[in-house]
């Protein structure tokens, strides 16, 4: 696979381009993840209370407690309305995984990862934000870091 950036004031937007010569798995999985984290958007309340939207590729985990559902992103904490696996299901695509029963975290924003003799896996983030995988998502994890998508 090649990739190729073209910086030119003749373009407005950010265009991105698929070629290949026929479409096969890999061109289709690419394309969709590319909508999984472009097209989608998660409305969201700040700690103002003001309403925003929220790429996904931006949010680093999502995690649940009592009722509520938070999104954390490199510089802020927002509230969102769906539930858990709503968003779990939503971003399959944009490489967010579940590693514990009140958590998501996005795969492209883990920095480091730490086994430890219990088994079990601390996540570090690129935003500082440290957790811990449940020893039932340690399988699931690992696969998702292995795979190429």
Do not use: W
């Not at 971003?91 to 795969?107: D, G, M, T």
């Amino acid at each position: 696979m090649e990739i190729k950036a073209r910086i030119s004031k003749e373009f407005e937007n950010i265009e991105l381009h698929v070629c290949n010569h026929e479409l096969t798995e890999e061109v289709k999985g690419i394309l969709s993840e590319l909508h999984g984290i472009y097209d989608l958007q998660l409305a969201a309340t700040d700690a103002k209370g003001d309403r925003v939207l929220l790429r996904p590729g931006d949010v680093v985990y999502f995690s649940a407690s009592g009722q509520k559902v938070f999104a954390g992103t490199g510089d802020a904490v927002y509230t969102v309305n769906e539930k858990l696996y709503e968003l779990e299901e939503a971003l399959k695509a944009s490489r967010f995984v579940r590693i514990s029963k009140s958590e998501i975290v996005n795969i492209r924003m883990i920095r480091s990862m730490d086994l430890s003799v219990t088994g079990t896996i601390r996540i570090t983030m690129k935003n500082g934000y440290e957790t811990y995988v449940s020893r039932r998502n340690v399988a699931k994890i690992k696969e998702m870091m292995l795979s190429k998508k």
